[in-house]
Nanobody
Framework: QVQLVESGGGLVQAGGSLRLSCAAS????????MGWFRRAPGKEREFVAT????????FYADSVTGRFTISRDNRKNTVYLQMNSLKPEDTAVYYC?????????????????WGQGTQVTVSS
């Protein structure tokens, strides 16, 4: 069993930055890929970024490429999402998730455990 707890969300002006963290409990964190997803008001959940078990591979949604960076610290059982140049359309609840396996995953069905989410609001 893995429990995921996100933090770092909040209200920021357009152009600003936020760093989300996701702390994981359980021994399997360092063995699986991790991902970030988001759900904007009135929209379906969408993929944001994923990172492999080792941290050596990552992949981003087109909408965030060049602005967001995913990273992980396996010693701290934590995955991060650094968000720069934020836009109002980035406003959403952000969720971290732990995959079934070690390789990067873009589809939500590839993830076994999910956090409760943290709200990010970007004002114009």
């Amino acid at each position: 069993q893995v429990q995921l707890v996100e933090s770092g969300g909040g209200l920021v002006q357009a152009g600003g930055s936020l760093r989300l963290s996701c702390a994981a409990s359980g021994r399997t964190f360092s063995n699986v890929a991790m991902g970030w997803f988001r759900r904007a008001p009135g929209k379906e959940r969408e993929f944001v970024a994923t990172i492999s078990q080792s941290g050596g591979s990552s992949f981003y949604a087109d909408s965030v490429t060049g602005r967001f960076t995913i990273s992980r610290d396996n010693r701290k059982n934590t995955v991060y999402l650094q968000m720069n140049s934020l836009k109002p359309e980035d406003t959403a609840v952000y969720y971290c998730a732990a995959a079934f396996g070690p390789t990067i995953q873009r589809a939500s069905y590839g993830y076994r455990y999910w956090g409760q989410g943290t709200q990010v609001t970007v004002s114009s």
